[in-house]
């Protein structure tokens, strides 16, 4: 089996090589990633259960779908293949923000370059199993209680997505049209 190579980047998210994921992990080297946000018409947003066998965070609960671009492809085609492949869903994606963190969970570093893109969907995913547990839809105001409540149920980078996009987003949730 081949292994799964992320794409290294620089702090201004110029490729400076590649790394074999789990070792770029072990070693928190900056590594280019996407997340996404999908709302509904009911300006509901969509979240998703890691399911409890995910290498890191596994059962916190997370945005719709985030990963990493293989390195012959772009981070928005990425993102559209790997939706599909979690959760069922294809939409229209639109970047929206990028932003770098570092965070450490057990012996997994992650120091990404996290492209942030946004999409609507109205329905129900199809999830993958082996990569999620459970997912639900929930209005902002629920979520940022929950956020509030019980903060150690929820991936470090969503936390960090929602708040920066409450600061560029005034007007709570933003959505686009197709």
């Known amino acids: 089996m081949q292994k799964k190579l992320v ?5 201004k998210d110029k490729l400076i090589g590649f790394e074999e994921k789990l ?3 072990r070693e928190g080297k900056l590594h280019r990633a996407f997340s996404i946000l999908i709302f509904n018409s009911k300006d509901e ?5 890691r399911a409890k066998t995910k ?3 596994p059962g ?11 390195p012959d492809e772009s981070s ?3 993102a559209r293949r790997r939706l599909k492949e979690e959760l069922g869903i294809e939409s229209n994606l639109k970047e929206i923000f990028s932003f770098i963190y570092r965070a450490k969970s ?8 996290d492209h942030v893109f946004l999409g609507k969907f109205d329905g129900n995913p199809r999830p993958n199993k082996e990569e999620v547990e459970d997912w639900r839809w929930i209005n902002f105001k629920e979520l940022k209680r929950e956020l509030k409540e019980v903060p150690q149920k929820y991936t470090f980078w969503f936390k960090k997505i929602l708040n920066l996009y409450e600061n560029k987003f005034k007007n709570l949730p933003v959505t686009f049209t197709d």
């Open 76 to 78: 928005e085609i990425a």
């Open 7 to 11: 794409i290294l980047v620089d702090k």
């Open 45 to 49: 947003i969509l979240i998703q259960q």
């Open 106 to 113: 057990g012996q997994w570093i992650e120091h990404e370059f």
């Open 23 to 25: 070792k770029a992990h």
């Open 55 to 57: 290498n890191h965070s």
């Open 60 to 70: 916190l609960w997370s945005n719709a779908c985030c990963s990493h671009p293989k």
